[in-house]
């Protein structure tokens, strides 16, 4: 993955991946840009080959409505000329992250749009990825680490006191790369501006996904890694300076007249698209983290879809009380959507578990009746009695 | 290297094949996946556009102009788009499992399933004849090199650290290729080695490394001594 | 569990360090009984192609294979106890994996296999094709099909898997494939496998 720049590394995403630099701005190429010396055009071929794979690949989300959809947010906020060349895919990865390659090859991995809120909060990882590609931070990244590794290698093998010159040698990369999202996180603030977005929403998402990771450790009892991103060592600055920084500049930098978040818009627009990607989220056995995701995406109105989530969350955990809270769940939505069988079968399911074993066959056989055709009806029909 | 040629060997043949010989077959050649870079001192692999671009048309040139099989010519197909590139896409990927396996349990002596220690008795299946209809070819051919050379920092590192005696690896030259009987989808070769010579960005090292990717290719003459003799 | 994704790169690894990594191979006798995972779980054979790997990726598991582990892996789970996963964890900071409980219904049983792979592969394009009642180690089961790809790779593959719960253990033999030309040719062998499966004593050591 080094070929890739993304959107954050560490605690919250399992693979995290290298980064970017700033400095140099070159004008923005009206035509087709084509990478100028051996080093840009060594990245730009792995991209190539990255893409390749991606174009025949079953995990990139090719629904036409949602493509359009991100295409345009992302050409609204940078500029038409400009978004010409990016090409943007979809990947179904259930986690928080956006990437960017040398070549111009803009991915977004699912997780995210149950994450980013509004219009505006996408923009603001799409302009931050844009960012990463115009002012070719991969390439100046790659050569910073060429030659510090270079001389990290050498010096390591002179013992401990090398190694530890080697250590500094390669911290001064990761802060060369840090230097690098800080770029990208204020050049993004410039361009959410420019196109009439309330700035602040860049630094809410941080906001967001520092709460989410205190969310997952609480539920696991453990103690939260939201300010966990690897030291001296972390190719992005920590999520709380991320945060200041973006709140201060976005204090200074607005759009001009009412700005907008265009929350209804991305509302619309993903809506079809949340119930594969909760289904996703899940099956990470994260309680913690997917309650604070339906929670956010209810915003205080518990739709039954976001119920029944709750209740299949609860009942995949299945620890002491859990079949308890998952039946309340499935109830309420039951209350609201009384033909999804779905929730009679999660409500079913539960019941058996707690011993309410007539009323929950009543439930699975009312699946049976709503879902014949169901996967996995001929075990559900055992379980409901025949 | 003496270990390693020890436990391993570098290809292997399905038993008793021979090209049919009422007439002339044809073998088509996938895109071959070429990669090259510079292994910098500090273990980057360094992707060098440049040198893939050379080594991949050298390539592609040296088996075109010496790939010698006899009884079959050997012609290349582009990447195919929509369904038809679909189903390369897959079928790559299984040949790919498949060398794996051959390389794990077959080349490698030690890691030999006992149920099939002889022979060479693995295959893509018989779905891969659509591969055949859509090129027309009895056999194709799977090409995989990677290479990194080492800089100019690393070999320094070399020389300091076999000083020292710290063990660095000079580079990396992998490759394997398969012929794949496209009717029946066997395995009718496999050649595979994690060490390979001949610097493929010149046409002397390519003919080379083509001359030991394609080594022990059913129709090729035994030739190792004479591309040895060549570089 | 080890996983399917042996790339060439850690082919080319066990190339070049042959001396460290002599993983053994035994080939399975036909017809006869054989113990998996030093446990009372046993299987017999149709046929004398399957090898069994003196590697097993956790004490309750075991893993066999025809022609090597990413052509057709069948994967013995015997006797996994309440509180334990059914793979070995290997970030469990980060990505821990759900935990097998002993009154899992079948279905229950399934959607922790699912949530597993999904983990372990970091994978989200893993569906359950089919789930449906059936003897297993002479109790009454669950016999499951499922289709999952992993990412960076085109090769999708199939499974089909057997599980009973008995005196609050787990136990389950799967069987996963490649979706070309493997997952048809290894099943009938794989379901013999899974159909001979008996829970014996065993012996004090």
């Known amino acids: 993955m080094l070929a890739v720049s993304s959107l954050l590394a560490g605690s919250m995403v399992p693979q995290s991946s290298a ?14 840009y084509v990478p100028k010396d051996k080093d840009e055009r060594g990245l730009w071929m792995m991209a190539d080959e990255e893409e390749r794979q991606l174009r025949t690949s079953n995990f990139v989300i090719r629904d036409p409505a949602i493509n359009a959809y991100v295409r345009d947010v992302l050409c609204r906020t940078i500029g038409q000329a400009e978004c010409a060349p990016i090409r943007l895919y979809v990947v179904r990865t259930p986690y928080f992250n956006a990437t960017s390659a040398p070549n111009g090859m803009i991915q977004v991995w699912s997780g995210l749009f149950l994450r980013v809120r509004n219009e505006a909060q996408l923009a603001a990882v799409l302009a931050h990825e844009y960012v990463h590609y115009r002012d070719r ?14 001389s990290a290698t050498f010096l390591s093998m002179f013992g401990l006191i090398g190694s530890l010159v080697a250590m500094g040698q390669l911290s001064t990369v990761f802060s060369f790369s840090r230097d690098q999202e800080s770029a990208a996180d204020s050049g993004a603030v410039y361009m959410l501006a420019n196109a009439g977005y309330d700035t602040r929403e860049s630094a809410l998402v941080w906001g967001q996904i520092r709460d989410e990771a205190d969310a997952t450790a609480a539920a696991r009892q453990a103690k939260s890694r939201k300010d966990k991103n690897g030291g001296i060592f972390a190719t992005h600055p920590p999520t709380a300076d991320r945060m200041t920084a973006l709140f201060a500049l976005s204090e200074k930098v607005k759009a001009n007249g009412e700005p907008v978040n265009g929350v209804d818009r991305y509302h619309a627009m993903l809506a079809t698209l949340w119930p594969s990607l909760i289904d996703d989220q899940i099956k990470l056995n994260d309680l913690g983290a997917t309650e604070f995701l339906l929670a956010s995406l209810a915003g205080g109105t518990w739709t039954a879809d976001l119920l029944y989530a709750r209740g299949e969350t609860y009942r995949a955990r299945g620890a002491a009380g ?18 999804n069988p779905e929730v009679r079968r999660g409500l ?39 | 290297m003496p270990t390693v040629a020890a436990a391993q060997e570098r290809h292997a043949v399905r038993p008793g094949f021979a090209y049919p010989k009422d007439r002339e077959v044809k073998i088509v050649v996938f895109r071959p996946d070429v990669r090259v870079g510079t292994l910098t001192a500090g273990g980057l692999d360094e992707p060098n556009a440049d040198w893939t671009a050379t080594a991949r048309t050298l390539i592609a040139a040296e088996i075109e102009r010496a790939h010698g099989v006899q009884g079959a010519t050997v012609s290349f197909v582009g990447e195919p788009e929509g369904e038809d590139g679909v189903r390369l896409a897959q079928y790559r990927a299984l ?22 220690k002889e022979g060479l008795d693995w295959t893509l299946g018989e779905g891969v004849s659509a591969l055949a209809d859509a090129t027309g070819a009895d056999y194709g051919l799977f090409l995989f090199t990677h290479d990194a050379y080492g800089s100019s920092g690393r070999k320094a590192a070399q020389i300091f650290g076999a000083m020292f005696g710290v063990a660095v690896i000079p ?15 066997d395995v009718i070769w496999l050649n595979a080695d994690p060490q390979m010579g001949g610097d493929v960005r010149t046409p002397e ?14 129709g090729r003459p035994v030739e190792a001594p004479a591309t040895a003799k060549r570089n | 569990m080890i996983r399917r994704i042996l790339s060439f790169a850690a082919a080319a690894a066990l190339l070049l360090a042959p001396q460290s990594a002599t993983a053994g191979w035994k080939a399975i006798a036909q017809g006869k009984p054989i113990a998996v995972a030093k446990t009372g779980l046993t299987v017999t054979a149709p046929s ?3 090898n069994r790997w003196s590697l097993r990726p956790s004490k309750k598991s075991e893993l066999w294979t025809k022609d090597g582990l990413a052509l057709n892996e069948l994967a013995f789970y015997s006797g996994v106890t309440s509180g334990e996963p059914i793979f070995r964890e290997v970030d469990k900071k980060n990505s821990p994996l759900p935990k097998f409980n002993s009154k899992m219904l079948a279905p229950d049983v399934v959607a922790l296999f699912e949530a597993s792979n999904r983990i372990a592969l970091k994978t989200s394009l893993f569906s359950v094709d089919s789930v449906e009642p059936a003897q297993f180690v002479g109790q009454p089961g669950v016999r499951f099909t499922f289709t999952y790809s992993v990412q960076n790779n085109d090769l999708v593959r199939k499974g089909e898997a057997r599980a009973a719960v008995l005196r609050g253990q787990l136990y389950m033999i799967t069987f996963i494939a490649p979706s070309i030309y493997y997952f048809d040719n290894g099943i009938a062998d794989a379901r013999a496998i899974m159909d001979s499966a008996v829970l014996l004593p065993v012996a004090a050591k």
Do not use: C
């Open chain 1, 137 to 150: 931070h991969f390439l100046l990244l790659w050569r910073e680490l060429r030659a510090r590794a270079g």
């Open chain 2, 171 to 185: 580079g990396i030259h992998v490759g394997y290729a398969g012929l794949i009987d496209l009717k029946t989808g």
């Open chain 1, 322 to 339: 859990d079949f308890e809270k998952a039946a309340g769940f499935y109830r309420e939505a039951m209350a609201q959507a009384p033909a």
């Open chain 2, 95 to 116: 040949f790919g499992a498949v060398a794996d396996a051959i390389m794990i349990h077959r080349l490698f002596v030690g890691n030999r399933l006992q149920s099939k």
């Open chain 1, 348 to 386: 079913g399911l539960s019941l058996l578990r707690l011993d309410s074993a007539d009323e929950g066959r009543e439930q699975l056989k009312e699946y049976l009746r709503l879902k014949p055709d169901a996967v996995d009806a001929p075990m559900i029909r055992m379980l409901a009695g025949g």
């Open chain 2, 205 to 218: 090292g390519a003919q080379k490394r083509v001359g030991q990717l394609l080594d022990g290719l059913p």
């Open chain 1, 19 to 32: 980064a970017p630099g700033q400095e140099a701005s070159p004008p923005v190429t009206q035509a087709a």
């Open chain 3, 48 to 50: 004398g192609v399957w």
